[in-house]
Each structure stands twice: as structure tokens, then as C-alpha cells.
Antibody, heavy 117, light 107 residues
Framework: EVQLVESGGGLVQPGGSLRLSCAAS????????MSWVRQAPGIGLEWVAN????????GYVDSVKGRFTISRDNAKSSLYLQMDSLRVEDTAVYYC??????????WGQGTMVTVSS | ENVLTQSPGTLSLSPGERATLSCRAS???????LAWYQQKPGQAPRLVIY???SRATGIPDRFSGSGSGTDFTLTISRLEPEDSAVYYC????????FGQGTTVEIK
């Protein structure tokens, strides 16, 4: 079964750090671009970052540039998001998603990140 | 940044009726790299349409997409109760922006 499973979410204070992980299974992870997408409570979807198959090309939404770092380990079929200098406005469910031949064709179930004092 | 604006905000229709959802881009979407997603409460989004008009795997044929350039449409030809959801459009060529969503309610 093709599957993405996120982990690492939780409650963190403003200015703190958190590292999210996404474990992929059921497909050849190293063949695909991967993305992180977030959804603040009651709000719509926002693309956060993506990474090329070999990890050498990355993209970020402006609001997280310099604070978040996306990475991957193809040997472990895993995607990561290191989040530093967290802000209240980063509170959201974070999804990892596979970039298929068109759009994001596989999504994880999401992990909740709450930034609050 | 290519801003996607969806309309209407909410659509309330009866089973069997036709739903027409609009997505308008502030700039032309390159290569028609436009996708639609369905999201039900408490669930992750699900890809419905990609390339503006291609149905994703497992999507019923009552869902269809059309459009090009800056104007795109998702049509659900005969609404079923399980189609109740929020639908998002997304442009995925380069900068990957989402629209704000349209809620489809089944009466």
C-alpha cells in the first residue's frame, strides 16, 4: 500500500524548534519530488516547501525562508522538515505529500504543530 | 505570485444536481498545471483532477475539469451525498499556490 506517515508534531513555545518526519512506503521514494503542505485551524491549504529527488533543489514559501529546512534520506524513504524560530502563525496541521505526474497525488494523515506560550 | 481565487465560497445543492466550481488565476497557469483537491472534515486532501482536466486514479466520472490560461472549472455532474467537502484548486508548476476553497454542501 502506498503510504505516507508523518510524526514529530507537538506543542512548542514561540522561538522554539521542532523536526517533522514523514515515512514513505509502497513506492520508490527516490523517484519523486516531495512537499510539505500546512493547514492552519479552520483555514485553507498552504504549500510550505519541496525538495527534488536527489535533495539538491529545494523551494520554500517566503514566510518560512531562513527558518525552515526541508531534507530527505532516500535510503530511509523519509522526508523531514526542520522548523526553527517558530511563530504562533506556524500553528497548523502539517502534511507531507508526493508530487506525482500532476499535482500532489499521495498525502499523509498530517501531524499537528501548535506554537503557543 | 500567482493568486488563485475560487468562487463561490459555498455551494448548497441537492443530490443529483450539478455543481460548478470556479478557479480564477491572477496570471496564466503554465502548461495548464492546475489541480483540484477534495477535503472532507478531519481528512487529508485527495487529488481529484490534474492537468486541468485529467481525473486522478479512482475518481468517479461525474467529476470533470475544464479550462485553460486563467479560468478553470470543476464540475460535479450529479451530486452524491459523499461529495460534500471543501474543494481546492492549486497551480503546481513552479510556485505551488492553492485557492481559498469552495465548500460544497448537500441539502
Amino acid at each position: 500500500e502506498v503510504q505516507l506517515v508523518e510524526s514529530g508534531g507537538g506543542l512548542v513555545q514561540p522561538g522554539g524548534s521542532l523536526r517533522l518526519s514523514c515515512a514513505a512506503s509502497g513506492f520508490t521514494f527516490s523517484n519523486f519530488w516531495m512537499s510539505w503542505v500546512r493547514q492552519a485551524p479552520g483555514i485553507g491549504l498552504e504549500w510550505v516547501a519541496n525538495i527534488r529527488q536527489d535533495g539538491r533543489e529545494k523551494g520554500y514559501v517566503d514566510s518560512v525562508k531562513g527558518r525552515f529546512t526541508i531534507s530527505r534520506d532516500n535510503a530511509k524513504s523519509s522526508l523531514y522538515l526542520q522548523m526553527d524560530s517558530l511563530r504562533v502563525e506556524d500553528t497548523a496541521v502539517y502534511y507531507c505529500a508526493r508530487e506525482g505526474k500532476g499535482g500532489f497525488d499521495i498525502w499523509g494523515q498530517g501531524t499537528m504543530v501548535t506554537v503557543s506560550s | 505570485e500567482n493568486v488563485l481565487t475560487q468562487s463561490p465560497g459555498t455551494l448548497s445543492l441537492s443530490p443529483g444536481e450539478r455543481a460548478t466550481l470556479s478557479c480564477r488565476a491572477s496570471q496564466s497557469v503554465s502548461n495548464n498545471y492546475l489541480a483540484w483537491y477534495q477535503q472532507k472534515p478531519g481528512q487529508a486532501p485527495r487529488l481529484v483532477i490534474y492537468g486541468a482536466s485529467s481525473r486522478a486514479t479512482g475518481i468517479p466520472d461525474r467529476f470533470s475539469g475544464s479550462g485553460s490560461g486563467t479560468d478553470f472549472t470543476l464540475t460535479i455532474s450529479r451530486l452524491e451525498p459523499e461529495d460534500s467537502a471543501v474543494y481546492y484548486c492549486q497551480q503546481y508548476g513552479g510556485w505551488k499556490t492553492f485557492g481559498q476553497g469552495t465548500t460544497v454542501e448537500i441539502k
